[in-house]
T-cell receptor, first 114, second 113 residues
Framework: DAGVIQSPRHEVTEMGQEVTLRCKPISGHNSLFWYRQTMMRGLELLIYFNNNVPIDDSGMPEDRFSAKMPNASFSTLKIQPSEPRDSAVYFC????????????FGPGTRLTVL | AQSVTQPDIHITVSEGASLELRCNYSYGATPYLFWYVQSPGQGLQLLLKYFSGDTLVQGIKGFEAEFKRSQSSFNLRKPSVHWSDAAEYFCAVGPGGYNKLIFGAGTRLAVHP
C-alpha cells in the first residue's frame, strides 16, 4: 500500500498567486481530512469529506480557501489568492469509517508564500 | 464538549531515562484514544490506540499507554528513551462523526545525549 500521497511536497509561491494542493487517499478509505499545521496554531482541521461529500468546512479560515473531492481517489485544496500568512504545512489524512477510526496521514505539503 | 489536553508543551529527557507524556480528555462516551508521533519534517504516524479491553496498550518503538477512565487520562510511557525518539507527540480522541478525531496541542520531546 502506497499510503496517502500528497503533491507537491514543497511549494513556494508569491503573494496573490493561486495554489493547489493535491491528495490521493488510501484506496478503499471513504473519509478524507485536510489539516494545516503552524508553529503558532498547531494542527488545525480545515475540512473533511465522507464518500466524496464535504461534511464540515467550519475550519476553513477564509473564502480564499476551497476544497473539492471529485472522486474517491483524489482531493484538492486551493488557496486563491494566497497570502504570506497561509505559509504552513498542509496535511491530508484518510480513514475507513467501518474500521477502527485510525487516520492515516500523508507526508504533508510545505507551503511558503512570499 | 470533546477536548484533549496535553499539559506539557516541551519535555527534555536524557537518553536512557524513562518518559511519561500526559494526556487528558473530555468525551461523552467511551472514547477511542490514539497517540501519534511526528518526526521533524514528517507526517503523523500512529504509535498506538485504545478501543476497549486491556487498559494497558503496547505500541510501536517500545511505547505503551495506559487508559484510566477514572482520571480521564491516556498517558504515554517508555522505559528508556533513545535519541531517535526526539519528536512531537500528539494525543487524540474519537470517534467523531466520520472518524473525525480531536487532537491535543502536542508535546515536543527533546532528548539529551
Amino acid at each position: 500500500d502506497a499510503g496517502v500521497i500528497q503533491s507537491p511536497r514543497h511549494e513556494v509561491t508569491e503573494m496573490g498567486q493561486e495554489v493547489t494542493l493535491r491528495c490521493k487517499p488510501i484506496s478503499g478509505h471513504n473519509s478524507l481530512f485536510w489539516y494545516r499545521q503552524t508553529m503558532m496554531r498547531g494542527l488545525e482541521l480545515l475540512i473533511y469529506f465522507n464518500n466524496n461529500v464535504p461534511i464540515d468546512d467550519s475550519g476553513m479560515p477564509e473564502d480564499r480557501f476551497s476544497a473539492k473531492m471529485p472522486n474517491a481517489s483524489f482531493s484538492t485544496l486551493k488557496i486563491q489568492p494566497s497570502e504570506p500568512r497561509d505559509s504552513a504545512v498542509y496535511f491530508c489524512a484518510s480513514s475507513w469509517t467501518s474500521g477502527d477510526n485510525e487516520q492515516f496521514f500523508g507526508p504533508g505539503t510545505r507551503l511558503t508564500v512570499l | 464538549a470533546q477536548s484533549v489536553t496535553q499539559p506539557d508543551i516541551h519535555i527534555t529527557v536524557s537518553e536512557g531515562a524513562s518518559l511519561e507524556l500526559r494526556c487528558n480528555y473530555s468525551y461523552g462516551a467511551t472514547p477511542y484514544l490514539f497517540w501519534y508521533v511526528q518526526s521533524p519534517g514528517q507526517g503523523l504516524q500512529l504509535l498506538l490506540k485504545y478501543f476497549s479491553g486491556d487498559t494497558l496498550v503496547q505500541g510501536i518503538k517500545g511505547f505503551e499507554a495506559e487508559f484510566k477512565r477514572s482520571q480521564s487520562s491516556f498517558n504515554l510511557r517508555k522505559p528508556s528513551v533513545h535519541w531517535s525518539d526526539a519528536a512531537e507527540y500528539f494525543c487524540a480522541v474519537g470517534p467523531g462523526g466520520y472518524n473525525k478525531l480531536i487532537f491535543g496541542a502536542g508535546t515536543r520531546l527533546a532528548v539529551h545525549p
